[in-house]
């Protein structure tokens, strides 16, 4: 599962490329807007900052734009950045990975196995995906979905 934290930068990012090349968007905007508390969008839009993915100006006039075109940032990029890998467990990690502790020897483990492929597949399709690209929204899922 992403974080909330994973979850409200991707939605002040989308907001975000939504209004590329219009100039600085106000932190309140993006916060009321979107629906993320604006200390902690601070902090997330700091950390962007901080990854070169967007940049800010203070002042009356200032506010936060993306720092590149949204057709050169991908969601896999994306959640990355704030979650440090896309891997459901350490040991499936390209970038960050680690041993699992109480578990099998890497080699020998199905689990890390079927979870790498996972992990493979996830990025293939987030890797591909940017923030230019047009979300088709769904329904809802009813009761019995769910």
């Keep these: 599962m992403l974080s909330q ?6 939605r002040a990012m989308q907001h975000l490329a939504d209004r590329y090349g219009e100039g600085p968007v106000q932190l309140a ?8 508390p604006a200390k902690f969008l601070t902090v997330i839009l700091s950390e962007l900052t901080r990854a ?3 940049e800010s100006l203070r ?3 200032g506010g936060y734009w993306l720092a590149i075109p949204p ?6 990029d994306l959640i990355r950045h704030m979650r440090g890998s896309l891997a459901l467990v350490p040991c499936a990690s390209r ?9 099998l ?3 020998e483990c199905r689990t890390r196995a079927l979870l790498l492929d996972v992990r493979d597949r ?16 769904v329904p809802a899922f009813t009761e019995d979905e769910a």
């Design 5 to 10: 934290k994973t979850r409200y930068a991707i």
């Design 29 to 36: 905007a993006i916060a009321d807007e979107q629906n993320i």
């Design 52 to 54: 070169g993915l967007v």
């Design 59 to 61: 002042g009356r006039d």
């Design 71 to 76: 057709v050169d940032i991908t969601y896999g």
């Design 95 to 103: 970038f960050a990975h680690e041993k699992c502790k109480n578990c």
């Design 105 to 107: 020897e890497e080699g």
């Design 122 to 137: 996830t990025a293939q399709i987030l890797d591909e995906i940017r923030l230019s690209d047009p979300i088709t929204l």
